[in-house]
């Protein structure tokens, strides 16, 4: 490391802690032409440390402060500082996680980590890896369900296969449908099963729909039941899908990425009952948990399934005529080559709480998004969407004053989801909230507060958003629309 970078990674942490505050607003909002004035970001011609400074604090200034209660925009907020820390220590330690070669200590901890996540999902003897994504996972399931199914397809291609169907919620996340266009399924090879009004998949639809694609003479690949939905945060019963899929002998994937960390929790994993059942699971402690972006597992329940579907055996890089137990390099496990150290940082979070301290985050995650959820319940002008909580995400409208005691007719749900969406912009621009809306089925657009194991959230802070979105809801008048 030369002078040049020690005196720029001084300068750094002062730039961070202070451009990070917590008097520095959420957002200070800027349409995409006006910031770019704004930025000096042109590389052409090299700049002094005190320049580069000036340049990477207006950058930080105009971005959204992912680390204050008032950021419920997505399914992940602040990281664990652990967990940051760990990130710092991976990036200034720059290696990769293909070989025990290049990362001995780092391949003992991602093995470590990865086997005590199997213990807590119930599938001990099963095997891991840690992928940048829970879409990047949804492609591992699909390869790996696949491969199971048709071994050859690795060396022939699809060529020969019978025709490939998938089955999932109409409430799951759309990573399946990339997946199935890039694994050259095809979009159209998905099944999107109803989801009753919790948005759990209606698993008698499901049997009777796997069974029509058989009676058609097309083979059923994977199932991909959500243990938390994106939205609104709905765990399937996972028991009953477990028992349609053995009884149709089709591989079962549990999309755990954001419900997943319930399991860290003594009060809560019951709700993912079924789960040790399931073939392939994800989980991102990246979303709820609060590990730094990205870190996302995959697990299989088949030792040896993971190398066998993806491994390359590349003579370069794994040499088989090694000096050391060559088992430890993992690297063929992974679709990628070069990988990050994610698993390190989940170490430190994890060393550091232990599972009882993990737990009791999540514990506490769930009482703040029930309590929210309550309060919305008796809160005039506020509607859920759906109860009880299964993730903590709550799901509302809010129905301003002038809304109130008119039919709600198309007409009037119309003009609720464009209220919605003026109400975001509103909370945003004054940057008081950023919070999620979206539509859902035959729901108009309405609003998810998303809650995340950091920062911590108290009563108060949840009785301050609402208030702010109902100041936004009554500024809004009909000529605004
Ligand atoms: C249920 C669910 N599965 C998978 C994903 C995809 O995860 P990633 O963003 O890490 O690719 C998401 C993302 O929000 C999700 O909500």
Redesign the pocket.
Same mark, same amino acid.
Request: aromatic fraction near 6%; charge should be negative; charged fraction near 5%.
């Given at each position: 490391m030369n002078h040049r970078d020690n005196y720029f990674l001084d300068k750094i942490l002062d730039i961070i802690s202070e451009e990070g505050s917590s008097d520095v607003p959420l957002i200070q909002f800027k349409h995409p032409k006006e910031l770019e004035a704004l930025l000096d970001l042109d590389v052409s011609n090299g700049v002094d440390d005190k320049e580069l400074a000036r340049c990477v604090r207006k950058i930080l200034q105009y971005s959204v402060k992912t680390n204050k209660a008032t950021f419920r925009n997505q399914?992940y907020g602040a990281t664990d500082p652990y967990g940051l820390s760990g990130a710092w220590i991976a990036e200034a330690f720059n290696t990769s996680q293909y070989t025990f070669e290049v990362a001995p200590a780092f391949t003992i901890v991602e093995l470590k980590i990865l086997n005590h996540i199997l213990q807590l999902f119930g599938i001990p003897d099963g095997d891991g890896i840690f992928s940048p @994504?829970?879409?990047v996972s949804m492609l591992y399931a699909l390869v790996a369900a696949r491969y199971k199914a048709f071994p050859e397809v690795k060396s022939k291609g699809l060529r020969n296969l019978p025709e490939l169907v998938i089955f999932t919620s109409e409430d799951s996340?759309y990573?399946i449908m990339k997946g199935a266009h890039w694994l050259g399924f095809g979009t159209d090879s998905v099944r999107q099963i109803k989801t009753n009004g919790l948005g759990q998949m209606l698993v008698d639809k499901l049997d009777a729909t796997i069974q029509m694609e058989k009676d058609h003479g097309r083979q059923p690949v994977l199932v991909n039941a959500?243990a @938390?939905?994106?939205v609104l945060g709905a765990i399937d019963n996972l028991e009953d899908v477990a028992d349609v899929c053995e009884k149709h002998g089709v591989w079962m994937h549990v999309?755990a990425?954001?419900g997943g960390s319930l399991i860290l929790s003594r009060k809560y994993r019951h709700r993912l009952k079924g789960i040790e059942r399931a073939n392939s699971v994800s989980w991102?402690p990246h979303k709820m948990a609060g590990a730094p972006l990205?870190c996302?597992v995959f697990l299989v329940r088949e030792k040896g399934l993971l190398h066998a579907a993806n491994c390359a055996s590349a003579q370069y890089l794994f040499q088989q005529d090694k000096f050391y137990d060559i088992t430890y390099d993992t690297g063929d496990k992974s679709v990628q080559c070069g990988r990050k150290i994610d698993a390190f940082k989940l170490w430190m979070m994890w060393k550091a709480r232990g599972d009882d301290g993990l737990g009791l985050l999540a514990d506490r995650v769930m009482k703040i998004a029930e309590f929210c959820s309550e309060t919305i319940e008796n809160k005039p002008g506020f509607r859920l969407v759906s109860a009880p909580l299964q993730c903590p995400n709550v799901c509302f409208w809010y129905i301003p004053t002038i809304m109130r005691s008119k039919a709600e007719d198309t007409e009037w749900w119309d003009l609720m989801h464009k209220i919605t969406k003026k109400i975001k912009e509103l909370l945003t621009l004054s940057s008081r909230l950023m919070l999620a809306y979206m539509p859902l089925r035959h729901h108009k657009n309405f609003f998810r507060l998303a809650f995340t194991f950091h920062p911590l959230i108290e009563e108060v802070d949840v009785l301050d958003m609402l208030r702010a979105i109902e100041h936004c809801g009554e500024m809004v008048t009909l000529s605004m629309l």
């Open positions: 399914l @994504g829970g879409s996340h990573s959500t @938390g939905t994106t999309d990425c954001w991102n990205q996302s």
